[in-house]
């Protein structure tokens, strides 16, 4: 929030604050759940009674979308994605069922809680509550103040920014609060219960002194010494002669779809760190960042702060750290960044935190000891370090003897200081020397698996005392002692209190946590009932009977190690493991029939039934259905595999590979799934309609009009196949007998599509009336085709000889085919035809082709405007886009030096001279030097920048012109450079 506030300044979003805030006051609260009046008939109905009070379903309801409603805000607010996302398919059912039982037992909880208040006569004055309430405003205010690591002091001034005061924000807090009146109220009620039921604890000395030794890391601060070390490293081998690697000294530059330099440099790492963090890496100059880091006990850790020189050292300080094995995740702190237990100012302190590092501050690998290369290398070493003591012996002084000589990288440049460390960051040799030590004492020569070490102790703090911190622990002791004993009183009186769950689903799901077989029982009599609507009723029961296949399992696997094979309790036990697999399997596929498709579903399926190619073409449909077309040739590859007579899964082959125009595939297959379908009428009618456009789009007219023949005979009047028929004979140039063919087909119902191919047919037949009455319905109808039909009516009135009518027409047309690239290159065209004068048409039509790629008819008709209208700016600017499509640069840079004379306005000369610029390098070469269009480009750019008071700018111009040619134009450049610097 820091940043977001230096950032927005007086324009801070406050209320963002307060509900992030005050969403986990509310979602925290013991008891949270209110008890809210509902309306609707269903809603009334009971959902629970606890000893004889009802709770409804509309109770049950809003509490459950109040738990989802906070999720998704938590969710959002910590960037982890859709929480609904978790709420999809089988698994996300039950995710959902277990919600709602955490809701109704939350509610049988707050019900039991009330129950128990009344009967003491408790209740919650109005001093109670404000006193409640002003305690909250302070802790939040704090809260706040630790999370987003300010003083109040800076608060009040960013808020003095915005002209409010630090009153003005408490006040806003408290109003959010006093939203929520019922849950503080709650809380209170709850506190004065549990004090109640709890009563006074006098712990004596010896209780709290054995609480303390079994959780002293949470109360003592550990012994800890500060020291400093010199360290000489003894590398693995002596590196051969060309081994060497230069190192570039600054990143590459993006490459596109996010990939970055680090991509490059370490894509292991990359991998690991993922896109947002790679993101870090595009940035320039001096970088300043706080880290998340995210320990595997599940500690989260900030380093807040770290400065680096440039990037290359910010990286490889992350490098340490993920290679740390203790560090599970590595991420950028930012405003909504999850509250981290520890807050980290320096690189040195994460990593002692963090990564338990050697003294060295760097994690390297051991020498390989024994080898010639690696015996000598520790000889030269141990050779340094002794003169290094001998010198130290002498008095020399040890910060300057470490900045001098130590290999640490870390902590060289500030005297060898390695900061407070306790037992068990530093590696074993060192952590014993160092501890042994006496405040100011050097230790001998200390070797590690880093090199050799010599160490001086700067300072010690010795462990916290029991006595030091006996009131932090009376306190805790008393907290934990006195939920332990609330916690089993409310056992005891839940298990004495009268529940009934009146909502079957729930009933079963809960009793899941008691008996699992009496759970299993009570679904399958819900399931044989058929009286709940829950379509995952048989996926609750898969998971139920995948537990005891499970157990069975282990169960058997722990037998067959000691007992006999033959023994009667394996064989009772692969029965049952059998039974299991067997129940699993088939309420996995009761609940793939009646839920529809859920990938996860699938792939749980091939885990119990692999060898079904029905399960891989049903896989197989879901995918292509999602249009993952590779994976699903996956799965009907496998199940032609396993069934090579498999119709289903050979249509549906047919189906992808027709639609990617792979037509000799399509073919294939569709040909051996005919004889398999031979009896299925409908079916046998789909795919010789398929198979006959496999061959029409491989241009085989003839066998495709004997299969449409055939659909024909069994079913005259299919409009698609009429079509069909028609388009074959339009193609062959038989247009009175496509017409038929199309006229037929409209009287199965009237489509714009087919009634632009008849009246087409009319027009090539030689009936424009008809052509033209067709062409006119279609328009008035406002369709998708009628851009068609204007393209048509156009050709009637052009065969009639009336130009003008069918410029109009085509205009029309043109107007109205934006979208659509091929007619409106044919529309363009006819217009240009009639009106070789139209250059807004000519420009939009070679625009139309520049988009569609075809290049060579772009620049033709460019070139034909630019006769028409020489000095058109925009003419030039467009040509010369299209050669640089083109990859012509050398036709685009002479294109744009012309633009760039035909224009006042400076944005748009910076521009194309930036653009001569772009050609020039790509005609020369990365890295090789401009010629005199490259060198011109500058110049003028930094004319123009001059002009424009844009300084910076202009001298990053005449900085590279003067890298590129320092004689170039001297003189001109000299003057641009004496008015840079000014007066």
Not at 421 to 450: C, D, H, N, P, W
Request: charged share 30%.
């Amino acid at each position: 929030m820091r940043r977001l506030i230096e950032k927005y300044g007086k324009y801070i979003i406050w209320a963002i604050a307060i509900s992030f805030l005050l969403g986990a006051l509310v979602i925290f609260t013991p008891g949270r759940f209110n008890i809210a009046r509902q309306g609707s008939p269903q809603s009334r109905e009971t959902a629970l009674i606890v000893n004889g009070e009802k709770v409804t379903q509309g109770q049950l309801d809003q509490q459950y979308q109040s738990l989802l409603n906070y999720y998704r805000q938590l969710y959002s607010q910590a960037q982890m994605g859709r929480f609904d996302s978790q709420l999809q398919g089988a698994s996300g059912a039950r995710y959902q069922l277990q919600l709602k039982a955490d809701v109704a037992q939350d509610l049988i909880r707050r019900t039991i809680l009330n129950q128990e208040a009344r009967k003491r006569g408790i209740t919650v004055s109005k001093a109670e509550y404000e006193a409640e309430l002003t305690k909250e405003v302070r802790s939040q205010l704090q809260w706040l103040l630790s999370y987003y690591q300010m003083t109040e002091d800076e608060l009040r001034e960013r808020l003095a920014e915005g002209g409010r005061t630090l009153d003005d924000f408490k006040k806003d807090i408290r109003k959010e609060l006093e939203k929520h009146e019922d849950e503080l109220k709650k809380r209170i009620q709850d506190e004065k219960l549990k004090a109640a039921v709890v009563g006074a604890f006098l712990p004596t000395d010896d209780e709290l002194r054995e609480y303390f030794e079994e959780n002293k890391p949470q109360f003592a601060s550990p012994e800890m010494v500060r020291a400093r070390h010199i360290l000489i490293k003894v590398p693995e081998e002596a590196p051969e002669a060309g081994d060497h690697e230069t190192e570039a000294t600054t990143p590459p530059a993006e490459e596109a779809k996010g990939r970055t330099w680090l991509d490059e440099l370490d894509p292991d790492l990359a991998a690991r760190l993922g896109p947002n963090v790679r993101g870090w890496a595009s940035r320039n100059g001096k970088a300043k960042l706080n880290i998340l880091v995210t320990h595997t006990d599940g500690t989260r850790a900030l380093v807040q702060g770290t400065s680096f020189s440039d990037e290359r050292a910010e990286w490889e300080y992350i490098k340490r750290l993920v290679a740390c094995p203790e560090v599970k995740l590595v991420q950028e702190a930012g405003l909504l960044t999850p509250r981290p237990e520890l807050i980290l100012k320096t690189q040195e302190e994460a990593e002692r935190a963090l990564c338990a590092p050697s003294a060295a501050g760097a994690l390297q690998p051991a020498t390989k000891e024994g080898s010639p290369a690696a015996t000598s290398a520790e000889a030269k070493a141990r050779a340094r370090i002794e003169e290094i003591k001998r010198q130290l012996d002498a008095g020399a002084d040890f910060a300057e003897l470490a900045k001098q000589y130590s290999e640490d990288e870390g902590t060289a440049q500030k005297g060898g200081d390695l900061g407070w460390f306790q037992r068990g960051q530093m590696v074993k040799e060192f952590e014993e020397a160092a501890f042994a030590l006496q405040v100011g004492q050097l230790s001998g020569i200390v070797r590690t698996q880093y090199g050799f070490h010599i160490i001086k102790l700067e300072d010690r703090r010795p462990a916290s005392t029991f006595e030091e911190v006996k009131d932090q622990v009376r306190s805790a002791y008393l907290s934990e002692k006195k939920e332990d004993q609330f916690t089993k009183w409310y056992q005891q009186t839940r298990d004495a209190a009268t529940v009934e769950i009146k909502v079957p689903l729930l009933q079963a799901y809960l009793l899941e946590q008691e008996d699992k077989d009496k759970a299993l029982a009570a679904y399958e009599q819900l399931a044989a009932e058929g009286k709940v609507a829950d379509l995952y009723l048989p996926y609750y029961i898969a998971r139920l009977y995948e537990e005891k296949l499970r157990e069975a399992e282990d169960e058997r696997d722990a037998l067959a190690s000691t007992a006999q094979p033959d023994d009667p309790r394996l064989k009772t036990l692969e029965a049952q493991i059998a039974e299991y697999s067997k129940k699993v399997k088939d309420n996995l596929y009761k609940t793939l029939d009646a839920a529809g498709s859920d990938q996860a579903l699938f792939e749980e399926l091939l885990t119990y039934d692999e060898q079904n190619p029905e399960l891989h073409y049903r896989y197989g449909q879901f995918l292509e259905e999602m249009g993952r077309y590779n994976e699903a040739l996956k799965q009907l590859d496998r199940a032609l595999e396993l069934k090579p007579d498999h119709a289903g899964s050979l249509i549906l082959y047919g189906d992808i590979k027709l639609d990617a125009k792979e037509y000799d595939e399509a073919i294939a297959k569709y040909q051996q799934a005919l004889p398999l379908i031979a009896a299925e009428r409908e079916r046998l009618k789909r795919v010789r309609t398929r198979l006959a456009q496999a061959y029409m789009g491989r241009g085989e007219n003839d066998p495709a009009v004997e299969l449409l023949s055939k659909v024909l005979a069994d079913s005259p009047d299919d409009q698609q196949v009429l079509t069909l028929m028609g388009d074959i004979l339009f193609g062959s140039g038989k247009f009175a007998e496509a017409a038929s063919y199309y006229k037929k087909a409209l009287e199965s119902g009237v489509k714009p599509e087919l009634q632009v191919k008849l009246a087409n047919a009319y027009l090539k037949a030689g009936s424009p009336k008809e052509a033209g009455e067709l062409f006119d319905a279609v328009i008035k109808g406002q369709s998708f085709y009628a851009a068609d039909a204007y393209l048509g009516l156009g050709d009637v009135h052009r065969a009639e000889g009336l130009t003008e009518k069918a410029l109009d027409d085509y205009r029309e047309g043109f107007k109205r085919s934006q979208y659509r690239t091929q007619l409106r290159e044919e529309l363009g065209e006819r217009i240009l035809e009639l009106n070789p004068e139209d250059t807004a048409t000519r420009f939009d039509l070679a625009k139309a082709y520049k988009t569609n790629r075809a290049y060579d008819k772009a620049i033709a008709h460019y070139l034909e405007l630019l006769k028409r209208q020489p000095q058109s700016f925009d003419a030039h600017q467009a040509l010369a886009e299209t050669y640089t499509a083109k990859e012509d640069y050398a036709n685009a840079k002479a294109i744009y030096k012309k633009a760039v004379s035909l224009t006042d306005d400076q944005a748009r000369k910076i521009l194309v001279w930036q653009k001569v610029l772009e050609s020039e390098e790509k005609l020369v070469g990365a890295g090789n030097k401009l010629g005199e269009d490259g060198l011109e480009a500058l110049l003028e750019m930094a004319r123009l920048y001059l002009s424009q008071g844009n300084t910076a700018k202009a001298q990053e111009q005449l900085d590279r012109l003067e890298k590129e040619d320092p004689s170039w134009r001297a003189e001109e450049v000299g003057k641009l450079k004496a008015e840079l610097s000014g007066p």
